[in-house]
């Protein structure tokens, strides 16, 4: 499977459309956000797949279907939601404009979901895409 090619591919193509944040291969357990002692994971930006299957009866040639995550990940303040916002565009934008140099069919706009979480300061915003490629 090209899993690993194609989530590496999408980091490349995102981290230069997304100063500053720090890129993450699964979804982060525990991020720091201590700024009065300088220490903070954000912004981060995780990548990930979660499930996908084969779309073919044989598996000569097989055609993948897949849902790949990219999570944004900002401290709660009063402008998170703008913040956010603005990224996750950024995001939608490059990702509607590539195929990953053929190493996918096609990305389909994604669904979205906040998660706020009360106890860390700590707002996401996830965008789940779908992609299909040939193995």
């Not at 097989?62 to 402008?79: K, N």
């Not at 389909?108 to 965008?127: C, G, H, I, Q």
């Amino acid at each position: 499977m090209k899993t690993i090619t194609i989530r590496s591919a999408v980091e490349s193509l995102l981290s230069a459309g997304l100063g500053g944040y720090q890129f993450f291969k699964t979804r982060p357990n525990n991020l720091v956000h201590d700024p009065e002692n300088g220490q903070t994971d954000l912004p981060a930006c995780a990548i990930y797949f979660e499930s996908g299957a084969t779309d073919d009866d044989y598996l000569d040639e097989t055609t993948w279907s897949a849902s790949i995550h990219v999570e944004l990940f900002q401290a709660q303040d009063t402008g998170v939601d703008d913040l956010l916002e603005a990224d996750a565009q950024t995001v939608i934008d490059a990702l509607n404009q590539t195929d990953l140099n053929g190493l996918v069919e096609y990305i389909r706009s994604p669904k979205f979901t906040y998660n706020r979480d009360p106890e860390t300061d700590v707002t996401a915003l996830d965008l789940t895409f779908t992609l299909q490629w040939e193995e």
